[in-house]
C-alpha cells in the first residue's frame, strides 16, 4: 500500500515524487520513461538555474535527483485505475497491480505530428513544437510556423519578434484563431502567410534547410528556412481516466487550485491538465502543489501518512 502513486515522469512527475518522498510518503512514481515532453525540446533555455542546457542532459538531471531522492521508479505503462470501496486505489499497470490512498496523474501530452518525411529526424535539429520554448534560438533567423489554430499564430507572433521571417504554412485561408490574434499576425511585415498549402517533407543535412510543401493548384514549392514549428495540437492520451475525473472538451483533467481533480484523492498536474499555458516551470510548479496536496488529504482524510525509513547510504 502506497501512500501516493505518480504517473507520468516528466517534470511535473519528478517535482510530485521529489516533494512527496521529502515528506516521508510512501511514494511508487510510474513511468515509460523520465523526462517526457523535455526529450522533445533539443535546447531548453528557459528554465531556471540553467541559461542554456539539452535536453538529454535536464533528463539526466532529473533521473540523477530521483535517485538521489529515494525515489521508488517502475518503467511501465498504466493499463486502468479503479477505486474501490475502501477508498483505494488500485493502478494496474502491463506488468502488476499497485495500491495506494491517492494518485498523482502527470502523464502530460504528445504533441501532435506532421508525420512527414523528415519531422522524426530533425527533432531537435530544427523542427520544434514549442516556440516559447525553442524560438530564442532562432534569433535572426528564418522559420517556418505549421498551423492554423490559436497555438501556431501565437507562436508566429512571438516568433516574429525574434527570427528575421516566419512564413506560417496553412492548409485553409480560414484560421481557428482569436479575430485579434489573426488581426496582429496579418499586419507583422516579417510574417507571410502562404494558404491552402500542406508540408509534405522536411529537409536537410545535420539540421533544417528547408521544407517541400504541396499547394492546392497542384503545385510543389521549396521554402529554404532554419527552423520548423510544428503547432496543431497536443493529445492528451487520458482513456485509463475516463470514467474517473471530469475532463474538457480536449480529454485534458479538470483541476481546481490544488491540483484537486473532481475525484477525491486522485491530484493532476502538468500538461494534462486544463490550464492554458504548457510549459516545463509550470509543470513543475503544479507538480509540487499536487503532492503537498496528496500529503495534506492523507492528514486530513486518512491520518498521518505512513513514515518510510529511507537508507540514505545507497545514494
Not at 488581426?183 to 533544417?208: M, Y
Request: net charge neutral.
Amino acid at each position: 500500500m502506497y501512500d501516493t502513486i505518480i504517473i507520468g515522469a516528466g517534470p511535473a512527475g519528478v517535482s510530485a515524487a521529489i516533494y512527496a518522498v521529502r515528506r516521508e510518503m510512501k511514494t511508487l512514481l510510474i513511468s515509460k520513461d523520465i523526462g517526457g515532453q523535455v526529450g522533445w525540446a533539443g535546447e531548453i533555455e528557459n528554465y531556471p538555474g540553467f541559461p542554456s542546457i539539452k535536453n538529454y542532459e535536464l533528463v539526466g538531471l532529473f533521473e540523477k535527483h530521483l535517485k538521489s531522492a529515494g525515489v521508488e521508479h517502475l518503467l511501465s505503462e498504466v493499463k486502468a485505475i479503479v477505486k474501490n470501496q475502501d477508498d483505494v486505489f488500485e493502478v494496474v499497470t502491463s506488468k502488476d497491480k499497485y495500491l495506494a490512498k491517492t494518485v498523482i496523474v502527470t502523464m502530460g501530452l504528445v504533441p501532435r505530428r506532421l508525420a512527414i518525411s523528415g519531422e522524426e529526424q530533425f527533432n531537435g535539429k530544427g523542427v520544434s513544437y514549442c516556440a516559447n520554448c525553442d524560438g530564442p534560438l532562432f534569433r535572426h533567423k528564418t522559420v517556418a510556423v505549421v498551423g492554423g489554430g490559436n497555438a501556431a499564430l501565437d507562436a508566429a507572433e512571438v516568433l516574429s519578434k525574434i527570427a528575421s521571417k516566419v512564413y506560417l504554412i496553412h492548409r485553409s485561408d480560414k484560421f481557428r484563431a482569436f479575430d485579434m490574434l489573426v488581426d496582429e499576425v496579418k499586419a507583422r511585415p516579417n510574417i507571410e502567410i502562404v494558404d491552402h498549402a500542406v508540408v509534405k517533407e522536411i529537409v536537410g543535412n545535420e539540421k533544417v534547410s528547408g521544407i517541400k510543401i504541396d499547394r492546392a493548384d497542384g503545385k510543389t514549392s521549396d521554402i529554404e528556412v532554419d527552423g520548423v514549428f510544428i503547432e496543431i495540437g497536443r493529445i492528451a492520451h487520458t482513456d485509463v481516466l475516463k470514467e474517473l475525473v471530469r475532463m474538457d472538451e480536449k480529454n485534458q483533467i479538470i483541476i481546481d487550485e490544488k491540483c484537486n481533480t473532481s475525484l477525491s484523492g486522485m491530484f493532476a498536474a502538468g500538461d494534462v491538465t486544463n490550464g492554458e499555458f504548457k510549459q516545463i516551470s509550470i509543470a513543475s510548479g503544479q507538480g509540487t502543489i499536487a503532492a503537498l496536496a496528496a500529503y495534506q488529504y492523507l492528514q486530513l482524510k486518512l491520518g498521518k501518512p505512513q513514515v518510510v525509513v529511507r537508507d540514505l547510504s545507497k545514494k
